[in-house]
């Protein structure tokens, strides 16, 4: 790479070349009938051609695709994992038996309050949303399902619980991240996002239970549903107590603070070696399915499209979508084109609350653009970082906001790996759920709201700037 021949771009020219981006993916999404895929291959067209404008070489864009594609390879194998955990938790009665005890036990008008209770319980645990949406989260779809509820309501409960929980564990990869970007240490930086998000989860915990109240009719609940899920399940599964046996393994891998990978792939194999057990599989059908996915016909269309997924091989489409966002963002990152845009959001803001506010403007477009809640954190935080300091504000607050629009929103973004995990995951489409994924909603106008109100806003020493 010749560097004297490169030019950087004009704030116009990059500020063009980020709103033909973003109208490309919003069109593919809200009018045209195109694949999200084939927006984004135009997407980096577009950004490939204008770094060669640049004065970059093919040779030096073709490496910015590549690095784009290093830089999420851990997060696709993560992801392919998680597939074969939820084909393996299916085939074992895992999933089965804890939809089972749901219909059982959960009553209609509690069960989204539940469902997101449940979610940032197992993502406090384990440190991952994505994990906790394979396992509780699919459990979950199914006992909304058999009680009749609304699958997009559902799953915004899940990704508001899921989320909430990742962001307030330290083990979540995301919330070590934040802190180290913006240095600070990792327990202060929790402790700044309980200012945000805890006041929004309270509000969308209430707005959960209103909403199931209004839901369940009046308590005139029709059981017919559930009780044809809990026959046909007990019909078709060996559901016992004994079934609950990877969940209680998991527990105790996350509390021993086992790595993700290791962990997912020891709940994989006790997946498999107890369908093999408790419910009669084939070894090598168990083997396959963990690439096909779990495959039934119960004869009744709603409990095999809740039960036939998993598999690596459902994963695919989800990760051809993540390799091609990564590339785009990782482009749009090194020919300077996100940074000539944000340098210049960055040198207006001389007071906390607009400070606060571009950060979090400014983290929530990184992560739409980049497609990566890595890469958003890393420019949003090396351009903002400075400014923060001349305020006196102490960095947990630009820690938090790093968060507050980029982690707390991600799965609101169609685009996003975390918005594509979580529609893959549980079936809803990211725009489907939207609407009642209140956290991710929420946490944003508290974090601008407490900006302008002073609250919250902490600064070195206890010692105001001048």
């Known amino acids: 790479m010749d560097k004297k021949k490169i030019k950087a771009p004009s704030f116009i020219q990059a500020l063009v070349i980020l709103l ?3 109208a490309i993916l919003m069109l593919s999404v809200t009018l045209l009938d195109v694949s999200i895929q084939i927006a984004l291959l135009f997407s980096i067209i577009i950004a490939s051609c204008f770094a060669i404008f640049l004065g970059y070489k093919w040779d030096d864009v073709q490496k910015m695709m590549m690095d784009g594609v290093m830089s999420m390879l851990i997060a696709t194998f993560i992801l392919m994992l998680i597939g074969a955990v939820i084909a393996t938790w299916i085939a074992s009665g895992t999933i089965p038996y804890i939809i089972y005890l749901g219909l059982k036990l959960i009553s209609p008008k509690f069960f989204l309050l539940c469902a997101c209770l449940a979610a940032a319980f197992m993502s406090m645990a384990c440190g991952s949303s994505w994990s906790s949406a394979g ?11 058999g009680l009749g509820i609304n699958p997009a309501m559902t799953a915004g409960a899940i990704v508001s619980g899921a989320y909430f929980g990742d962001k307030q564990s330290p083990f979540s990869e995301t919330t070590n991240l934040a802190s180290a970007m913006a240095g600070t240490t990792l327990f202060e930086h929790m402790s700044s996002m309980l200012w945000t998000t805890t006041p929004a989860l309270v509000i969308s915990l209430i707005l959960y239970t209103v909403l199931g109240f209004t839901s369940a009719s009046g308590g005139a609940v029709d059981t017919t549903t559930a009780d044809l899920y809990i026959d046909n399940l007990s019909a078709h599964f060996n559901l ?16 021993k603070k086992a790595p993700a990978i290791p962990g997912l792939v020891v709940s994989a194999l006790l997946g498999a070696v107890m ?6 599989s084939n070894p090598i059908d168990v083997a396959n399915l963990m690439y096909d996915g779990f495959t039934i016909d119960t004869g009744v269309e709603q409990i095999d499209s809740l039960l036939n997924r998993g598999g690596i091989s459902s994963m695919l489409w989800t990760v051809a979508l993540y390799f091609m966002a990564c590339i785009l963002g ?8 996100l940074r000539t845009v944000l340098s210049k959001i960055a040198a207006i803001t001389k007071r906390a609350s607009t400070l606060i506010t571009s950060t979090l403007v400014s ?11 890595e890469s958003s954190m890393l420019i949003t935080s090396k351009l903002f970082g400075p400014a923060y300091d001349d305020l006196n504000i102490d960095r947990k607050v630009l820690s938090r906001s790093l968060e507050d629009t980029g982690t707390m929103c991600a799965a609101l973004i169609p685009w996003n ?13 990211t725009v489907q759920y939207i609407p009642y994924a209140f956290l991710g909603l929420i946490t944003p106008v508290v974090a601008i709201a407490f900006a302008f109100l ?7 020493k206890d010692k105001k700037a001048a």
């Open 20 to 22: 033909v981006v973003v």
């Open 135 to 145: 396992t509780v989260g699919i459990a979950f779809m199914g006992i909304g399902a």
């Open 240 to 255: 016992s107590p004994v079934c609950l046996i990877p969940v209680v393994v998991l527990i105790v891998v996350i509390v």
């Open 275 to 280: 369908a093999v057990i408790f419910q009669g």
């Open 330 to 337: 990782n482009i749009l990152d090194v020919t300077g084109i």
């Open 363 to 373: 983290s929530f477009v990184m992560c739409g653009l980049t497609g990566s809640l």
């Open 417 to 429: 790996s975390n918005g594509i995990f979580m529609a893959t995951t549980l079936g809803v489409a």
């Open 454 to 460: 002073g609250i919250g806003v902490f600064y070195k």
